[in-house]
């Protein structure tokens, strides 16, 4: 199984910034895609940014030019760079990992989520 503990979120002013991480642990055997998703009040769940093992990246059209995401392979943690923030990133922005892992004697491949933290942006 895999653990991903987020941390980061908070409020903010237009304009502003947040970094948020995620960090996965557990009986890891190797990560693929790692990622970050938010849901804002009455929306659908919506993907936000993206990175492989390799570091190609994927963003949606809404925050590309202000949000960047990376990776440290070594400590198992992606990052959400978040600059010029608007009101409408406001949301509950969750961590997504695709990770095989071991159960048991057995590797499983999974999705696995963060709980999710809040990020509030005030006009």
């Known amino acids: 199984q895999v653990q991903l503990e987020e941390s980061g979120g908070g409020l903010v002013q237009a304009g502003g910034s947040l970094r948020l991480s995620c960090a996965a642990s557990?009986?890891?055997?190797?990560?693929?895609?790692m990622g970050w998703y938010r849901q804002a009040p009455g929306k659908q769940r919506e993907l936000v940014a993206t990175?492989?093992?390799?570091?190609?990246?994927n963003y949606a059209d809404s925050v590309k030019g202000r949000f960047t995401i990376s990776r440290d392979n070594a400590k198992n943690t992606v990052y959400l760079q978040m600059n010029n923030l608007k009101p409408e990133d406001t949301a509950v922005y969750y961590c997504?990992?695709?990770?095989?892992?071991?159960?048991?004697?057995?590797?499983?491949?999974?999705?696995?989520w963060g709980q999710g933290t809040q990020v509030t942006v005030s006009s």
């Open positions: 990175v492989t093992s390799g570091g190609s990246t």
């Open positions: 557990g009986r890891i055997f190797s990560i693929n895609a």
């Open positions: 997504n990992v695709d990770a095989k892992a071991y159960n048991d004697y057995v590797i499983r491949a999974g999705d696995y």
